[in-house]
């Protein structure tokens, strides 16, 4: 890991001269990681794929940092030893931001703690990075319930560089009737195998199911998508199947697939991607149980991946087609929503997965959670229906990647 330290020292001070000053803290980052020193001054040599902090090296240099702001990282991280007043320098430097609406942060003192900001501010940076020129297919529109769950194209692309494209429900229904039964028995046949069970759904229901899913996947490759959300009741009713497969199956695959064209739920799903690495689950909060702090979440498509064992079922709402009953293991789970509509707001906490529940009146995967936060949230100030469940306490990571982007935290 190579961090680009835009260093700020009053004048006559040479590269080396400013590594022999700040020898101690300079030695000690280099056990972590390979620290290049670079001049404010040669800014321009550095890109957007440059890991960058801003050093303050010495003090009497706050009117060179206000005078190039525009072209240092944001939210800027400002290190500093304390040798020749750089502390009080990044004090008044911070302030001045601070006043400008502008986020900052001061790294000093304890090493260790440095280092485990640092890393924290390498995995924003890096979470960052792969989110940019991301591209989401949304097929069909949203369903008509998500009356909370809509995004700003324009605005989510300029905050998070990541573009949606509207693509006609029309185009998955042609492409399906053209596929034959040859094409996908025998990946059906293949997932209905490794199955725990097959309960409700039949072999014509598999075959219809996987048309769905090379439909969508040959749209996905086309259009170079990295991720869809699909208006998936549109497709009950125009093809009396599911899209439920297809989803777990995409998500398998590594293109990140999310139901009934919830936009802010497909975009959590990238962003928990990008941070973590880890592939969620899309689900519906049933209830909740105020007294033992717990919550039930359901929905009827989980990535296989996700899962210890999985059961074919028919689709939990309609009774057609083709879902998938996951099985997923117990252990530490981290609940997370992004919402509004440029994607300015985030729920997160971390939690235990305690059992798999088998409701009758519910969709077909199901979990039962305790939280390791207030579960009230969801009665006094939820972000929308849908939340994210990925595998794994990741609390921290995401939390500080979306504070680190200016987003709000519900409670």
Same mark, same amino acid.
């Given at each position: 890991?190579?961090?680009?330290? $835009? *260093?700020?020292?009053?004048?006559l001070q040479n590269?080396m ?9 300079l030695?000690e ?6 620290i ?5 001054k040669d800014?321009?040599?550095l890109?957007?794929n440059?890991f960058k902090?801003?050093? $303050?090296?010495?003090?009497g240099i706050e ?7 525009e072209?240092?990282p944001?939210p ?6 304390g040798?020749?007043n750089?502390?009080?320098a +990044? ?6 931001l601070?006043?400008k609406?502008? &986020? +900052?942060?001061i790294l000093h =003192?304890?090493i260790r703690n440095?280092?485990?900001?640092i890393?924290i501010?390498?995995n924003n940076?890096e979470?960052?990075?792969?989110? &940019?020129?991301?591209?989401? =297919?949304?097929? %069909?529109?949203?369903?008509s319930?998500?009356i909370?769950s =809509?995004?700003d194209?324009l605005l ?8 949606y494209?509207n693509?006609?429900i029309?185009n998955? *229904? ?10 996908? %028995? ?7 195998g ?6 409700e759904?039949d072999?014509?229901?598999m075959i219809?199911a ?6 969508i996947?040959e749209i996905?490759?086309?259009? #170079?998508?990295?991720?869809i959300t699909?208006n998936?009741y549109? $497709?009950i009713?125009?093809?009396?199947t599911? %899209?439920?497969?297809?989803? +777990?199956?995409l998500?398998?695959?590594g ?8 936009l802010?739920?497909?975009f959590?799903f990238?962003?928990? #991607? ?6 969620a689950?899309?689900a519906?909060p049933?209830?909740?149980d105020? &007294? ?5 979440m359901?929905?009827c ?11 074919i079922?028919?689709?939990?709402e309609?009774?057609?087609g ?9 252990g530490?789970v981290t609940?997370? #929503?992004? %919402?509004?509509e440029?994607l300015?707001?985030?729920?997160v906490?971390? =939690?235990?997965?305690?059992e798999?529940t088998?409701y009758l009146?519910v969709?077909?995967t199901q ?8 579960v009230?949230y969801f009665l006094r100030?939820?972000?929308?229906n849908?939340h994210?469940v990925v595998?794994?306490n ?7 990647f ?5 987003c709000k935290?519900a409670e």
């Amino acid at each position: 890991m190579t961090v680009h330290l $835009i *260093t700020f020292a009053s004048a006559l001070q040479n590269q080396m001269s400013i590594y022999k000053m700040h020898e101690v803290l300079l030695s000690e980052l280099e056990k972590f990681y390979i620290i290049k020193i670079i001049d404010y001054k040669d800014l321009y040599t550095l890109t957007e794929n440059d890991f960058k902090i801003v050093f $303050i090296a010495t003090g009497g240099i706050e009117k060179f940092v206000i005078r190039c702001f525009e072209f240092l990282p944001q939210p800027m991280i400002l290190l500093t030893d304390g040798v020749q007043n750089s502390f009080s320098a +990044s004090l008044e430097i911070s302030y001045w931001l601070q006043c400008k609406g502008l &986020k +900052s942060e001061i790294l000093h =003192g304890d090493i260790r703690n440095t280092v485990e900001r640092i890393h924290i501010h390498y995995n924003n940076f890096e979470a960052q990075k792969a989110l &940019k020129g991301k591209r989401i =297919g949304v097929i %069909g529109t949203p369903s008509s319930w998500l009356i909370a769950s =809509g995004v700003d194209y324009l605005l989510s692309k300029q905050r998070w560089g990541v573009e949606y494209i509207n693509i006609p429900i029309e185009n998955v *229904t042609k492409r399906y009737a053209l596929i034959g039964e040859d094409e996908v %028995g025998e990946q059906a046949a293949q997932i209905a195998g490794k199955a725990l069970a097959c309960r409700e759904a039949d072999p014509e229901d598999m075959i219809n199911a996987m048309r769905i899913y090379k439909a969508i996947k040959e749209i996905c490759e086309k259009e #170079k998508l990295n991720a869809i959300t699909l208006n998936c009741y549109k $497709i009950i009713t125009l093809l009396g199947t599911t %899209g439920c497969l297809a989803m +777990s199956l995409l998500n398998d695959e590594g293109i990140l697939a999310g139901c009934e064209g919830d936009l802010q739920s497909i975009f959590t799903f990238m962003a928990i #991607k990008a941070v973590t690495g880890r592939s969620a689950f899309m689900a519906n909060p049933i209830r909740i149980d105020i &007294k033992s702090n717990e919550i039930v979440m359901a929905h009827c498509s989980v990535s296989t991946k996700l899962t210890e064992r999985y059961i074919i079922r028919n689709h939990f709402e309609s009774s057609k087609g083709v879902s998938i009953q996951g099985i997923l293991p117990t252990g530490d789970v981290t609940i997370v #929503k992004c %919402g509004g509509e440029c994607l300015d707001e985030y729920y997160v906490t971390s =939690g235990s997965l305690i059992e798999n529940t088998n409701y009758l009146n519910v969709c077909r995967t199901q979990i039962r959670i305790k939280l390791d936060s207030p579960v009230d949230y969801f009665l006094r100030n939820p972000i929308g229906n849908h939340h994210m469940v990925v595998i794994g306490n990741y609390e921290k990571k995401l939390d500080a990647f979306f504070a680190s982007n200016n987003c709000k935290r519900a409670e």
